[in-house]
């Protein structure tokens, strides 16, 4: 079993860039597919990125391509989302998750962080 904390949100203006760390704990980091999901309010919660194992391959929603990147540092039992020119359609509760086995998209994920808000204004 892992233990996922985000940190990193806030409230930013259009345009500005934000970087979200999440660390892991309880089990072996780098056995874990990890991905970022984001709900905004009233909508479905949708995964904006996902990062395989050792960081070979990655995946984005059509609506943080380009502008998102997903890393992670198996030695820190971390993983990140640096996001750049953020919009206000952006604005959501952003959750670290991790599953284990090699899909990317289109599975469950298995463990949840907390969320941390992202907020950006017009």
């Known amino acids: 079993q892992v233990q996922l904390v985000e940190s990193g949100g806030g409230l930013v203006q259009a345009g500005d860039s934000l970087r979200l760390s999440c660390e892991a704990s309880?089990?072996?980091?780098?056995?874990?597919?990890m991905g970022w999901f984001r709900q905004a309010p009233g909508k479905e919660r949708e995964l904006a990125a996902a990062i395989s194992r050792l960081g070979s391959n990655t995946y984005y929603a059509d609506s943080t391509k380009g502008r998102f990147t997903i890393s992670r540092d198996n030695a820190k039992n971390t993983v990140f989302l640096q996001m750049v020119s953020l919009k206000p359609e952006d604005t959501a509760v952003y959750y670290c998750?991790?599953?284990?086995?090699?899909?990317?998209?289109?599975?469950?994920?298995?463990?949840w962080g907390q969320g941390t808000q992202v907020t950006v204004s017009s």
């Open positions: 309880g089990s072996t980091f780098r056995n874990y597919v």
């Open positions: 998750a991790a599953r284990s086995g090699t899909q990317l998209v289109g599975i469950q994920y298995d463990y």
